[in-house]
T-cell receptor, first 113, second 113 residues
Framework: DAKTTQPNSMESNEEEPVHLPCNHSTISGTDYIHWYRQLPSQGPEYVIHGLTSNVNNRMASLAIAEDRKSSTLILHRATLRDAAVYYCILRDMGQTGANNLFFGTGTRLTVIP | ETGVTQTPRHLVMGMTNKKSLKCEQHLGHNAMYWYKQSAKKPLELMFVYNFKEQTENNSVPSRFSPECPNSSHLFLHLHTLQPEDSALYLC????????????FGEGSRLTVL
């Protein structure tokens, strides 16, 4: 699976939007972009995923660059509960079978009250 | 009832002991996964089972032995471990297709003395 690059850490003020960037310059045409987050003392949880078009769900929005070499996870109003490590992961849709995801080091988001 | 349940939550064992970690999912998923999370390192995918068949062994030492008797249960048998095997072991499940989100348990914290 292609590699992703994320900043090690970011800070945001509570109730402000947060834009978490991810670079994946070697992405292939068949790679899905997945985002997970891991709250302290918990296992990771799914946030959102997409292929080409921007995606929205109740947790976040995913903005994908036109050339797909980067993407941005958008939290519209950060809360203290959003403090976590956020992982951007690529998954080749050409692979059959289970959804093997290889996690990187992610971005640690700190939310300031 | 949580979706993915791991037991025990904490385990301390000596290097000569034999123990097992258990994972159970109540989500009707077909794929199950073991991940290892060591301090200050990314999550490492260890094993994947899809429809009870092992489809991934990510170069894991033989002192870790997985078992998947059915699609709802996954075990990780541990024997003659080393102190560097101390980590959080996370179990996950998914529908088994390449876009299905992973649901993680809360993990089993293992300490090897």
């Amino acid at each position: 699976d292609a590699k992703t690059t994320q900043p090690n850490s970011m800070e945001s003020n509570e109730e402000e939007p947060v834009h978490l960037p991810c670079n994946h310059s070697t992405i292939s045409g068949t790679d899905y972009i997945h985002w997970y987050r891991q709250l302290p003392s918990q296992g990771p949880e799914y946030v959102i995923h997409g292929l080409t078009s921007n995606v929205n769900n109740r947790m976040a929005s995913l903005a994908i660059a036109e050339d797909r070499k980067s993407s941005t996870l958008i939290l519209h109003r950060a809360t203290l509960r959003d403090a976590a490590v956020y992982y951007c992961i690529l998954r080749d849709m050409g692979q059959t079978g289970a959804n093997n995801l290889f996690f990187g080091t992610g971005t640690r988001l700190t939310v300031i009250p | 009832e949580t979706g993915v349940t791991q037991t025990p939550r904490h385990l301390v064992m000596g290097m000569t002991n034999k123990k097992s970690l258990k994972c159970e999912q109540h989500l009707g998923h077909n794929a199950m996964y073991w991940y290892k999370q060591s301090a200050k390192k990314p999550l490492e995918l260890m094993f994947v089972y899809n429809f009870k068949e092992q489809t991934e062994n990510n170069s894991v030492p033989s002192r870790f032995s997985p078992e998947c008797p059915n699609s709802s249960h996954l075990f990780l048998h541990l024997h003659t471990l080393q102190p560097e095997d101390s980590a959080l072991y996370l179990c996950a499940s998914s529908q088994g297709d390449f876009t299905g989100e992973l649901f993680f348990g809360e993990g089993s914290r293992l300490t090897v003395l």
